[in-house]
């Protein structure tokens, strides 16, 4: 997780947009929106629910959180 923050602050440029589809905890998401915003940027939160056997029947659904 330190290395993904340290990337970040790194390579965000102001006026980016972040999707993040993983199912990291929501804490780490404010986390990362805080960060993201700090460069002048937005974060999308948008974990996709379902694992492997809904996935395999086209039964994921995808959360969005725009913050």
């Known amino acids: 997780l330190t290395l993904i923050f340290f990337f970040l ?3 965000v440029k102001p006026g980016s947009l972040l ?3 993983s199912t990291i905890e ?3 998401a404010q986390e990362v929106c805080e960060l ?3 460069k ?3 974060f999308l939160d948008a974990p996709v629910s379902g694992g492997n056997a809904m996935s395999d029947v086209n ?3 995808q959360i969005v959180f725009l913050y």
């Open 59 to 61: 039964l994921i659904t």
């Open 19 to 21: 999707i993040d589809t």
């Open 9 to 11: 602050k790194r390579t």
């Open 26 to 28: 929501p804490a780490v």
């Open 40 to 42: 002048e940027s937005r």
């Open 36 to 38: 993201v915003r700090g």
